[in-house]
């Protein structure tokens, strides 16, 4: 099993940064890949970025040039760097990671949540 353990959300005026973390434990012989997604008020989940062990990202078009995820593989811990806060940021924000778990089972695991609040 393993547990996806996120941390850094908060309440932020527009313009304003936050830096999103999220751990993962558990029967993990490596992690293939990790991401954020968020769903906001009323919408669906979207990825809002993502990243390989190999350092590949991957960015929804409204957060490109604004946000920066990178991972260090050795804690199997993935970061949102989230910088120029906008109002329409406000959402859940989930972190998920694709590992190789021993017995070589390859599935994908979601965090909890945390919520980002984006005021105007």
């Known amino acids: 099993q393993v547990q996806l353990v996120e941390s850094g959300g908060g309440l932020v005026q527009a313009g304003g940064s936050l830096r999103l973390s999220c751990a993962a434990s558990g029967s993990i012989v490596s992690v293939q890949a990790m991401g954020w997604y968020r769903r906001a008020p009323g919408k669906e989940r979207e990825l809002v970025a993502g990243?390989?062990?190999?350092?590949?990202?991957n960015y929804a078009d409204s957060v490109k040039g604004r946000f920066t995820v990178s991972i260090d593989n050795a804690k199997n811990t993935v970061y949102l760097q989230m910088n120029s806060l906008k109002p329409e940021d406000t959402a859940v924000y989930y972190c998920?990671?694709?590992?190789?778990?021993?017995?070589?089972?390859?599935?994908?695991?979601w965090g909890q949540g945390t919520q980002v609040t984006v005021s105007s």
């Open positions: 998920n990671a694709a590992v190789i778990q021993t017995g070589g089972v390859f599935r994908s695991y």
């Open positions: 990243i390989t062990r190999g350092g590949s990202t």
